[in-house]
Structures are given as structure tokens and as C-alpha cells.
């Protein structure tokens, strides 16, 4: 602990229910002046709700929450702010075309000037607070020249103007690329530094013991325990999340490439608003091997994904699954030729929640025998081959008629990977296979693929999760504005090179190969 | 995602699947009971006694065997409209152009009526009943084609292309298909063999008979077939479809042309199951009643055939009671409009309560 004396902020016995769930029951929890203090768990465990009652977003059913001496009842956001607390959401809100300042002062309750906020005294103290804590953001930039790691700063200074003592970051580091995490995590130190608390939630355990003084980890609702983070180590801290043992590092054997299953030449592809996303990518894929795409959100993974599936329109180039010249066909003929295709969007393509556990488990052969016979659905031969893929993937489902929006996201993304394994594809398009799963759900991704890897199937993943890429892929390749800036053997990897690669940097002396590396990124 | 998602309590099924029934069924009984109440005060603010007026309404449309026919017959124009936009709508499909695929339906099996004479009923009535499908099919696919090709909003062009067929029709009937012996906009009477027989010696005639078959086709097809499944389907995402490799756009071609096939064949009953002419105003506005049967009835085809003998009982008990009262006939509209409301009013505060 850094700093004795009276905690700024004491909750204590936290409770509150959701329908058919107790999202927090009985949650103590409280913060020192300087602190900082994570939040660990995986999700669901009753973070992100413990923060939202302190941020006066839900009423808790019943507890208290104390700021230094004061019981203290939050109805909103509004009342939080005034009370000091300041919170950083995963998704920012800033107005794209408005300047920093403009952004600060936006919706602030009565400036006594509303139309003439002398514009020079504001960014004068709005530069003094930037460099006090090192945030290095210039008041008079628009937001939408700005990086995502320097409009994460914009909203922290916004929190500091309003006047926060308390500051809550919500998985701050999960839209950031590996530099600007940790520059994040010197400016979380320097804030603490400066007396500002920060309650700082996440999942990622390097960064909790990095940036943490102390780390409360909850599972289910309920506290396992508070540790200084000095005195714990990653894998103590898994196994509180958790609550069994967990195996942190993918074991895996070399791999043994066979045949090229995949292959892009030259793909172009544009993005929903028409502009070039994906300028000339050419990548081959071999049997038993993962071939990894490392790269920051937005670089075109997306359209990358979807021109692969063939849900995308490829303008330029030519892709071969199989052996067979899939480019501008249709998911239909992909699947035909072998792909199977775990969307990075869960939600918006891997599922109908709103369908039973069965239905999504047999999406595209509901159509064929026995699933269908003579015209009619054989729901009956649906259930059954649903059940069984259920006990082999081990999804946690009440039964197999139970929506799919009703399961957890690991169950629900073990129902995509159950239903796309089970195809028996020779090529596995896998897009974020773990994004928003908690610690053991991961694991169980990641053990899944390193199967099929040496079941001989080719896999192609992309992922926004560097260590993801870093732990499971044989060859990585770095994408950067709709181009392959690197290509690396995993064995070789640097992550600072590939960090660097992410954010567009130039290539530094390294390992990357010079021939694969196009003229652009040198 | 993080407060309701991880953990794996989930009330068992059964259970849960007999409050949903009960509060499918429950929402519905106590919007009507409100909705009713309030006419009630409406009823008495226009100086009658409620009780009375109900109960004349309750007899004039369930009170004996005449009363109940012309109920069926009222409700079978409703149900069949409904149906078809139920199927529309589970794709997320928003006809709101029944109306006018209804006038074509009756122009396209009046036309056929008129331009055939001679012809026997036993070949007639199918050839009719073809080619008023065929009416108003042509007439949903056309904002089918423009949605799918061309991303123009349905509810804009089906609404709009209402007004053209309406007006065709109409010109249609006080022009080239006029009566040539009458001076009014209609046609000549159709021949018997034109006529859609009668059943079991009453005034039901074979139109209402499909038109109720049709409630265990619509359940069949969109609860036991692939296409049906793919129709919800594309209701619930249709990025989902897509991706799972079936063709989205063929999906609400086909969503929107049954609704309208459907609303054709019930323009057919107005034609040659009543009236037996081809009129300018062969519609009181059955189109749009049939968007409202079909989201009261939760576009399921049983909810949609209570919604739509509801929605008939309601119109033949207004006439009993301008018959009895000196009530307007306008004052029982408003008491369905009242109605609808209240059930939709109930559903939305029912569901609010619930999320």
C-alpha cells in the first residue's frame, strides 16, 4: 500500500441482482489516497457492475458507499462527477469534429459563459493539468486527428477538469497497441503520484501486477481477496480469478506445414464506406500451421475476414481456398471448399441469439439431410446432433433449446466453435476467437486450435490480442492501413518490432525479413 | 455483457417457457379489458349505458348462427392479409403496401371474371384464384425488387404504390370494366360460375375455408421448414443469414411476394365471395387493419386469427349496435382503435417491466 490514512472511497457490502443472476453479492471495497487499485476478474465476475454503482449508473440493492468520512447515495453520473469521481469508459465519447477543448467543456453543467468560455484562459489550464500529468494532448486538436491512445488521455484529462479525485478506468488498455499501454500505465503512476486515486479494471494480469498497488480479485460476485501487488504473481492471481489452476502458456509442438491450403494474391478490397481497406495483401497458409495476423483494430481485419468468407466484395486479386479459386464467390462456396469461419463479431454474425443452442449449432446444414427430409425440418434430429456436439465441446447449456443470447460468451463462442469445427474444415478462418472470453474459456480456444493445427487443418488467425498472436501462431504477419508490413517466423519475433510494425513505424534493425517487407513500410 | 452474461443460471425451461405462455396470453385479455374500459367512459360521455351496448355489440357478432357467419365472413379478408404480412414481417419486412396488393388481387380475378365469360366454374375458380395471387404478388414484388436491388425503404414504396393501385382500380371500374347496363363505378355481376361455391348450406364460402386453412400452413412453414427457419432468421439478423451462406436478399423477395399472393387472394373474397362485382371501394381499409391483426396477434398465426375474428367482431357488433342505439357507428372505431392501443400500450409496458 502506498499511502496509509483514511481511505478516499469505502464500499461495503455491495449487492445487486439482475434477473436470474447476483451480479455483485456483498462487494467490499476500498481505495487509499494515491492508489491504485485493480480490479481483476473475468467477466461476469461483477466488475464492471461495482463501477457503474459507484458511478451512479445502476441503484444497488442494498450496501453503502462512503467518500472519506460521508455516506454518500449516487443517483447518476451527473452526482458522481460533482462528488469527484471520474470515469474512463472502454468506448470513448468525444464528438469527432470538435476540438479537445471543446469536447472538456461540452455538456458542462452552467459555464458561466456558455458562448464566449474564454477560449485562451481554457486551454491555459487545460495545458497546465495536461502537463502535470503528462498526458501531452493540446487542447486545440480535433478529435479526430487524434489516436486512440491520445483521445483515451483526452477523456482523463476531461475527468481531471471536472475536478476528479477518484479516477476509474474501465479495460483501458484493451483498444491500445503495446507501446501506448504502457505509456498509459506511466501516466496511471503519475496520477497516483500527484495524489489522484485510480481504481483501474482489467483482466490482463501483466498489467494489474505492473500498474497496480493493490488488486482486489472478484469471481462470481463475490471478493476472493485483496493482495498487494508486491507480494503476488500472475499465476496466484489466475488462480483467484478462476478458482482452480490454470495453464497461462500455450504448450505446443513445432509445426509440421504441409500443403498451401490458402492463398491470397494481390486482395483488394474496400471498406462499407467504399474507401480502399485492403491494398494488395498476399498471404499463403499451409496445412498445420497458424498463421497469425498481428495488427491495431481498424487496420483492415475486418474486411480481410469477411473477404476470405466471402462476404465481401474483393476489387482487385485472387483467392484460392483449397485449391479452388474462390475470389467473389459467395460463403456457400467457401464452406463447400472447406473453409470454416469463426467471426470476430459474435453477435452480429456467429449467432442468432435470439435462436436456440441447437438451431446455431447446425446454422448451415439445417437445410440438408437428416436435419431436413422431404421439405420438412426433423427438429428431433437437430436436438440429437446438437446434444452431441454439446457433451463433446462441453458447452454449458441448460439444455439445447435454450437461446443462445441466454449463454455466456465463452459457452456462446464454444456453440460457433463447436458448429464450425464440426464441418471439418481444411482451412479454419478464426477473427478474434477470443474476444470478450474470460481467463478459461481462453484457454480452451487456444487448446482447440492448437488441436486442429495438429489435426493438419490451416488456420489463419487474426487478432488484436498481440499475445494471443504471439502464443499460438507459427508465422506472424503484421497488417498495417490495408497492407502486410511484416512477415516473421514466431521463433524470430520481437515484440517491440512488431509493436512498431502495428503503429506504422518504420522498420528498425531486426529480424524482419527484408524481402517480405513491402517498400512502403521501410 | 459483464453483469447477466457469465454465469450459467438460467432458470430451467420448462418453467420459463409456461410464464412466457402465460404472459403471451395474459397481455393481450388485460390490454382488451382496459381498452374496453375506456370505451366504456366513451360510451357513457355519448349517453349510453356501456353494459348495454356491449352486450348488443357481443350478440350482434357471436349471438346466433347468422351472427357468427357474417363474423367469419367479416374475419376471413382480415386473417388471410395478416397471414401473409405475419410471414413478411418475422423477416423483418415491413409491407405496409396490403392494401393496394389487395385491390390488385381483386382487379387481376375480376378482370379474368369479366374478360371469360362462359367459362366453367370448376376451371374459373382456380384460374381466378391464380391470377389474383399473381396480382397482388407482381404488385409486393415490385418494392421487393426496388428493396433489394436498390436499398429503397419498403414502407415508403409499399405505401405509395397502395395509392396507384387504388385509384387504378377505381378507374378501371368507372372506365374500361364499367357495367355497361349501370351508370355507377362497378362492374357487371360476375356469373355464378364465378361465384366461390357455398359450404355446408350457409353463406361461408370456399374463400373463407382457405383462408382459415391457411393459419396451420403459415405455423407449418415458418416453424418446419428451412425456409421458414431462414425467414425468422433474417428477421433476427440477417448479417447471420449471410454469413451462414443463404442468399438475404431472395429471402425478403420471397417474404414480401407471399404477403402480397396472400393479400391478392383475399382481394379475391371481395370480388367473387361477396358483392360479386368489381368496385371502386371494394375495401374498408382491410390492408391496414390487416398490419394492425398481425402485430396484435404477435405474428403468430393462432394469435393472428384471434386478432383478426376479434377485429371482425368488433366491426359486425358495431352495426348491431347503430342498429340498436343511437350511438354513430364512428363511436365503435374508435372503441377498436381504443382497444388496439391499449393491447400494444400493455405489450411495450409489460416487456419494459421485464428487461
Not at chain 1, 82 to 95: N, T
Not at chain 1, 277 to 302: M, T, W, Y
Amino acid at each position: 500500500m502506498s499511502q496509509a490514512g483514511m481511505p478516499v472511497l469505502q464500499m461495503r457490502g455491495i449487492v445487486k441482482r439482475f434477473p436470474g443472476v447476483v451480479a455483485n453479492a456483498g462487494i467490499d471495497f476500498d481505495l487509499l489516497p494515491g492508489e491504485v487499485h485493480a480490479l481483476l476478474g473475468e467477466n461476469g465476475a461483477g466488475k464492471t457492475t461495482l463501477m457503474n454503482i459507484l458511478y451512479g449508473m445502476y441503484a444497488p440493492d442494498s450496501g453503502e458507499i462512503w467518500l472519506r468520512d460521508r455516506r454518500v447515495s449516487i443517483a447518476s453520473p451527473h452526482a458522481a462527477i460533482a462528488l469527484g469521481l471520474g470515469m474512463v469508459h472502454q468506448h470513448f465519447m468525444l464528438v469527432q469534429p470538435f476540438t479537445v477543448a471543446e469536447n472538456i467543456v461540452l455538456g458542462q453543467p452552467s459555464p458561466r459563459e456558455p458562448f464566449n468560455e474564454n477560449s485562451r484562459d481554457l486551454h491555459k489550464r487545460l495545458d497546465a493539468l495536461s502537463q502535470k500529468y503528462g498526458l501531452a494532448v493540446r487542447p486545440d486538436s480535433p478529435i479526430w486527428t487524434l489516436s486512440v491512445g491520445e483521445q483515451q488521455r483526452v477523456e482523463i484529462l476531461k475527468a481531471l477538469y471536472r475536478g476528479a479525485e477518484v479516477l476509474i478506468l474501465d479495460e483501458p488498455t484493451s483498444v491500445l497497441t503495446p507501446q501506448e499501454a504502457d505509456e498509459l500505465l506511466a501516466i496511471i503512476s503519475r496520477l497516483a503520484r500527484e495524489g489522484k486515486s485510480v481504481v483501474f479494471i482489467s483482466h490482463k494480469l501483466g498489467e494489474v501486477l505492473a500498474a497496480s498497488d493493490r488488486i482486489t480479485v472478484l469471481r462470481d460476485g463475490k471478493v476472493v481477496g485483496t493482495v498487494a501487488a508486491r507480494e503476488t504473481d500472475k499465476q496466484a492471481l489466475a488462480c483467484m480469478m478462476v478458482g482452480r489452476e490454470v495453464v497461462l502458456s500455450v504448450t505446443k509442438t513445432p509445426a509440421h506445414p504441409g500443403e498451401t491450403r490458402l492463398a491470397l494474391h494481390n486482395v483488394q478490397a474496400d471498406s462499407d464506406r467504399g474507401l480502399p481497406a485492403l491494398r494488395g495483401i498476399s498471404l499463403e497458409v499451409r496445412s498445420g500451421e497458424i498463421l497469425g495476423i498481428a495488427g491495431v483494430d481498424g487496420n483492415g481485419q475486418r474486411e480481410l475476414e469477411e473477404t476470405i468468407a466471402g462476404l465481401r466484395v474483393t476489387t482487385g486479386g485472387s483467392i484460392v481456398i483449397g485449391g479452388q479459386d474462390t475470389t467473389n464467390t459467395s460463403p456457400r462456396q467457401t464452406g463447400c471448399c472447406g473453409l470454416a469461419h469463426i467471426p470476430s463479431d459474435r453477435y452480429r454474425m456467429g449467432m442468432l441469439g435470439d435462436f436456440t443452442v441447437a438451431e446455431n449449432l447446425m446454422l448451415q446444414r439445417l437445410g440438408s439431410p437428416p436435419f431436413t427430409q422431404h421439405g420438412w425440418l426433423q427438429w428431433d434430429n437437430v436436438r440429437q446432433a446438437a446434444r452431441e456436439l454439446v457433451t463433446a465441446f462441453d458447452v454449458r447449456t441448460p439444455s439445447v433449446d435454450t437461446l443462445c443470447g441466454n449463454l455466456s460468451g465463452g459457452n456462446a463462442q464454444k456453440v460457433v466453435l463447436a458448429r464450425e469445427l464440426a464441418r471439418a474444415p481444411r482451412v479454419l478462418l478464426a477473427a478474434q476467437p477470443t474476444r470478450g472470453l474470460d481467463v478459461s474459456a481462453i484457454e480452451y480456444v487456444h487448446r482447440k486450435l492448437i488441436e486442429q493445427r495438429d489435426g493438419g487443418v490451416a488456420i489463419l488467425l487474426i487478432s488484436t490480442e498481440l499475445d494471443e498472436i504471439l502464443s499460438l501462431s507459427d508465422r506472424i504477419a503484421v497488417i498495417y492501413e490495408g497492407k502486410i508490413v511484416g512477415l516473421v517466423d514466431a521463433g524470430e519475433a520481437d515484440v517491440n518490432e512488431i509493436g512498431l510494425l502495428m503503429a506504422g513505424q518504420s522498420r528498425q534493425q531486426g529480424h524482419l525479413r527484408e524481402d517480405r517487407v513491402p517498400q512502403e513500410a521501410l | 455483457m459483464t453483469t447477466a452474461a457469465s454465469l450459467p443460471a438460467v432458470a430451467p425451461a420448462a418453467r420459463e417457457r409456461t410464464r412466457h405462455l402465460l404472459i403471451a396470453l395474459g397481455t393481450p385479455l388485460l390490454g382488451t379489458f382496459i381498452g374496453l374500459l375506456i370505451g366504456a367512459i366513451m360510451i357513457v360521455l355519448a349517453g349510453d349505458d356501456p353494459l348495454v351496448i356491449y352486450q348488443t355489440m357481443f350478440l350482434g357478432a357471436f349471438g346466433g348462427g347468422r351472427q357468427l357467419t357474417e363474423t367469419i365472413l367479416q374475419a376471413s379478408p382480415y386473417l388471410l392479409i395478416a397471414l401473409g404480412l405475419t410471414a413478411a414481417f418475422r423477416a423483418r419486412v415491413w409491407n405496409i403496401g396490403a392494401e393496394g396488393q389487395y385491390y390488385m388481387g381483386a382487379l387481376a380475378a375480376g378482370a379474368t371474371a369479366l374478360l371469360l365469360p362462359g367459362v366453367p366454374g370448376y376451371f374459373m375458380i382456380p384460374i381466378m384464384m391464380v391470377l389474383g395471387a399473381a396480382g397482388g404478388a407482381v404488385w409486393a414484388f415490385i418494392p421487393g425488387i426496388l428493396k433489394t436491388r436498390r436499398g429503397i425503404n419498403e414502407i415508403i414504396s409499399t405505401l405509395m404504390l397502395n395509392y396507384i393501385a387504388i385509384l387504378l382500380v377505381q378507374y378501371m371500374a368507372r372506365g374500361p370494366l364499367q357495367d355497361p347496363q349501370g351508370f355507377l363505378p362497378q362492374s357487371a355481376q360476375l356469373v355464378n360460375a364465378d361465384r366461390l361455391p357455398l359450404l355446408f348450406g350457409s353463406r361461408i364460402h370456399l374463400g373463407v375455408l382457405i383462408a382459415f386453412l391457411f393459419v396451420p400452413i403459415i405455423y407449418l412453414l415458418l416453424w418446419r421448414t428451412p425456409l421458414g427457419f431462414w425467414l425468422r432468421a433474417v428477421g433476427s439478423r440477417a448479417s447471420v443469414v449471410r454469413y451462414a451462406g443463404v442468399n438475404v436478399d431472395r429471402m425478403i423477395l420471397f417474404a414480401i411476394t407471399f404477403s402480397g399472393a396472400l393479400a391478392g387472394l383475399a382481394g379475391i373474397l371481395a370480388v367473387s365471395g361477396d358483392g360479386f362485382r368489381l368496385k371502386g371501394d371494394i375495401s374498408n381499409g382491410y390492408g391496414f387493419d390487416g398490419v394492425l391483426i398481425a402485430l396484435l396477434g404477435r405474428m403468430h398465426p393462432v394469435g393472428v386469427m384471434v386478432a383478426a375474428i376479434f377485429f371482425a367482431a368488433l366491426t359486425v357488433g358495431a352495426q348491431a349496435m347503430s342498429v340498436v342505439s343511437q350511438l354513430p357507428a364512428s363511436l365503435a372505431s374508435a372503441i377498436q382503435a381504443v382497444v388496439v392501443l391499449s393491447v400494444l400500450a400493455t405489450d411495450a409496458a409489460v416487456h419494459r417491466g421485464r428487461d
